[in-house]
């Protein structure tokens, strides 16, 4: 029988069919697919506070109801990416210990401060722009309800590049002083968004195994050449320098080859010694633990009155 | 015209200082479900106080960004209610549950308002306002219900909230519509009794001379406020955004 | 004896001479004594909020200093007062438990919150200079320890007074935004100031019995004419006016006949209903409460290094 | 001269700042002994900024309050434990150990500057530093060796702190004078070991692409408190104080 179930699953995968919550899996596949959606979905939340620490300062109500907004939809993202966790046994409660206990990771571009409205500008371009290179392939990812929270999320993720991108050109198109801020926040921004792509293939061994089981599409180092050479002449319309003085166009490889990226940065950051790591993950760990009297407050109500009041299973975690 | 743009301002100074107190709030809810539900009220509320400041400019001469970023503490007309800092989440929901059971009394009395702006204003806010206001109602009963703890905050947030309430019920000249306090206390009873909460009485946060915000006195937390919300803008007044 | 040690006393109180700790005295007299001095150190501390409000945010880093400074001679007023009622009895701690309890007041101009930087220049002037009103009689209090703390109070509340009067010169050759900054701040503690000095003498009862102890020296009205007398040309060479229509020179009187105070606002503010009486014993209650293991871990190191180690007896309290 | 007046700037900035998170305790200390001991040791550091900001600002052809309340955050030089919001006694203690052993051996190598005015500044504020420090140490040791709890707390302090401390010993080709970890270390280690504390070891707060506070990049705290700061100056840049 596991054996059948073991063909019908590499099939699925074959054939570039969706594996499905019902459906038999290997164990393997089940525990990364739970630590790629998780991590996924901490980055979400871990993410809203970088741009969040602007909302109340942004210098324009539109521009402060389009960054509320955004923070929003992250919040909606982390929901919706733990829910597609959760269809594989894994619950929100476990995932958000893992969190705040440091057990499970999220990405490490986060452990960088903001500090500036440009901030907000250059994480709508950059970041996002790198996630969505990240992200793009994995609506093809073999899980189903991961590939389709993956549609979703992408859609929004681009409309909020662009928002990014578009503050960015009125900045610089702003005072000097505006312009300043937008390349020193491009100088603080570029190097850890090709972090964003994880080590170099040569140092990334499970790639192999998530590629073949479809649950990653492209290597490290190809998505990594792909944001740059997407990012280059984005940098130029917009009249920024990147930092990078071996940045240049390689007519025989069609692409742009760039200087080498700071692994041991990388992983110091990846570590525990980013510049925000600790306060990240204390401040969502605040969130959590000064909640709990809340979420308790809810199950006891809805205990209480079973058939009034509907409280969403979440607030158990 | 001078009366309108009056009254718009501080109308929509409530829910611009609303918001900001709310926005404070992103990344420390009890749980996601909250967070998405506070930006969506925080954004709400963001949405109302540009309608209004807008109307208010209009008159004026001014855009809403030089009413929200360039004018001085003096200048706004909030209630103090709205610049409160939360302490808790039984505060964010008891507050709320306050706020927009009076702010939709009133919005019902302004949707046939004279002013046709002010009118469609009030009419779509009241939509977004019965939203919040059941929002918080669901989480006070909830609180109030809970656990003993969970009670005893309850309670404890209405009472500290409380004296902030009495503003809202002064007469005001230059108001184009007032509501009845025993109306919205007739709304918050249902709830609290629903909680099995009491509604508290007595103490109420005095005036400075007869002032207090709708007259430009504010507490000591507006200053700031106002300091963070306008710190950006005005470092670079010729700034584009 | 108890005849002796009452003519004792009455005799020091006729020939104006001090009444010191190891004196025996009335009951009545201890009580009240201690009533007056706690009161007046609460104020003292409590006195330091409205104005440390305005430290972090003082626009030029001389009058940073110089009300950091004043801020730090509150605090000290206050220990120096707390000490004066030590001697009758009473313990900082027992005192500090009813201030945060509600059940001993402090000045109800405290209770007013400070709106702008001028309200720290006007504080300087009104405030202290109705203090001072206040206070100037007392150093011949019939009470050595607290006579004698008044004269050094007295002394560097007159220094504040001075500072608060040259920032608000200084704000008044300013811009216009800086004038009328400072006629607000007079518009709104004007009125407060009056009220300083307490309710009028027909509603003062225990004003007979203090001033026959030797332990007030004028009653309220007297001292609020006084205040007014004085401030009216301050008010003038300030260039700023005071709000009161009925304000005018009465040169029969040879005063300021001055309008009717609102003792309505007076008596709503004592009773708790100001707009900062929660805020000021919440604050003052929270420092209290949170220092608590603080307190502990001072009193038990003493406990374990009896010699090493002189921890304040206060900090016990 | 460029480099004299980067580096008055850079430990100007650092007591400028260190001050004001002292400010913010006032009136919220354990008892009222800390609260004029605290106020004295703001009242000292704020002196301190003054006459560096002032032998910067001679340099440069601006005022101290110029450099105080119209620089951007960028141009602040302070290292980043200058801004850390302390968030109990123990924070605030276990800091001013660290800053005020750190800056007491560098204003030591300072004293003998060639540059005269930053001389008798090192030399003056040397003797306040050696009274900051006493302060310190004697509560360190007091919460580590008082109860339980304190020894906890006082622990959890140093432990959240130390990655602040990498920072201090960084190299800085503007600076005048260097100190030497291991002196520093060793006046920590005489007053942890009194106070039954150890010396945590390990973490870091780690730069962004290389620059942390002596390049302009602070963490996220930076803003707020220059927000605060700044503002009534800012409010009005033609007023006189």
Chains 1, 3 share one sequence.
């Not at chain 1, 649950?215 to 997407?230: A, C, P, S, W």
């Not at chain 1, 600790?278 to 199950?299: L, Y």
């Not at chain 2, 539900?37 to 809403?64: T, V």
């Not at chain 2, 109030?144 to 809202?168: F, N």
Request: net charge negative; with cysteine; aromatic share 8%.
């Amino acid at each position: 029988m596991s054996v059948d179930l073991q063909e019908h699953f590499d099939e699925t995968i074959a054939h570039e069919r969706r594996i499905e919550p019902r459906d038999w899996m290997p164990d393997g596949y089940r525990a990364t697919m739970i630590r790629q959606i998780a991590q996924h979905a901490h980055s979400e939340i871990i993410g809203m506070q970088p741009e969040g620490n602007w909302i109340t300062r942004a210098p324009s109500l539109r521009r402060k109801a389009i960054l509320l907004a955004k923070v929003q939809d992250e919040a909606g993202h982390g929901m919706y990416l733990y829910s597609a966790a959760e269809t594989l046994g894994a619950g929100r409660g476990d995932m958000t210990a893992k969190l705040i206990g440091g057990r499970q990771k999220y990405s490490s571009i986060f452990n960088y401060p903001t500090l500036s409205y440009a901030d907000v500008g250059v994480i709508g371009w950059l970041v996002d722009g790198a996630a969505i290179c990240n992200q793009v392939p994995l609506c093809r990812s073999s899980y189903g309800p991961y590939a389709r929270a993956m549609i979703r999320i992408c859609k929004e993720e681009s409309f909020h590049q662009r928002q990014g991108y578009e503050l960015l050109l009125t900045m610089m198109r702003g005072t000097a002083a505006q312009r300043e801020m937008v390349q020193d926040a491009v100088n603080r921004f570029w190097w850890p968004s090709l972090m964003m792509f994880g080590p170099p293939d040569a140092d990334s061994p499970n790639t192999a195994q998530s590629m073949e089981w479809g649950i990653k599409r492209h290597t490290n180092d190809e998505l990594r050449q792909r944001f740059v050479d997407m990012s280059v002449p984005q940098a130029e319309k917009l009249g920024v320098t990147l930092p990078d003085p071996l940045l240049r166009w390689n007519d025989e490889r069609g692409h742009y080859d760039f200087g080498p990226v700071d692994w041991d940065e990388f992983k110091a950051v990846i570590a525990g010694n980013g510049p925000c790591n600790t306060q990240r993950v204390a401040r969502r760990k605040a969130a959590h633990d000064e909640g709990a009297w809340v979420r308790e407050a809810a199950m006891a109500h809805a205990r209480k009155n079973p058939e009034r009041v509907r409280v969403s299973p979440e607030a158990s975690s | 015209g001078a009366a309108l743009a009056r009254y718009c301002l501080a109308l929509g100074d409530d829910a611009l200082i609303y918001s900001h107190r709310l926005q404070e709030w992103l990344t420390r809810m009890p749980e996601l479900e909250e967070e998405t539900a506070i930006a969506n009220i925080a954004l709400d509320l963001l949405g109302q106080a540009r309608m209004l400041l807008a109307r208010a400019g209009g008159i004026l001469g001014q855009s809403e960004d030089q009413l929200a970023f360039f004018r001085s503490e003096a200048e706004f007309r909030n209630v103090r209610l709205a610049e409160h800092a939360d302490r808790d989440f039984a505060e964010v929901v008891g507050r709320l549950l306050i706020f927009s059971s009076w702010r939709l009394a009133l919005f019902g009395a302004l949707s046939s308002a004279s002013d046709p702006v002010l009118a469609a204003i009030a009419a779509k806010g009241a939509n977004e306002l019965t939203y919040h206001r059941d929002y918080a109602a669901q989480w006070v009963i909830r609180l109030g219900d809970g656990t003993e703890l969970s009670h005893a905050r309850m309670q404890a947030a209405l009472d500290a909230l409380w004296p902030l309430t009495a503003e809202l019920f002064l007469p005001d000249a230059s108001a184009l519509a007032s509501v009845d306090p025993g109306s919205v206390h007739a709304v918050l009873d249902m709830v609290l009794a629903a909680a099995g909460l009491s509604r508290p009485g007595g103490a109420t946060l005095g005036p400075v001379s007869g002032r207090a915000g709708r007259d430009g006195v504010h507490t000591e937390a507006m200053g700031y406020i106002l300091a963070e919300m306008q710190s950006v803008a005005r470092a670079d007044p010729d700034a584009t955004w």
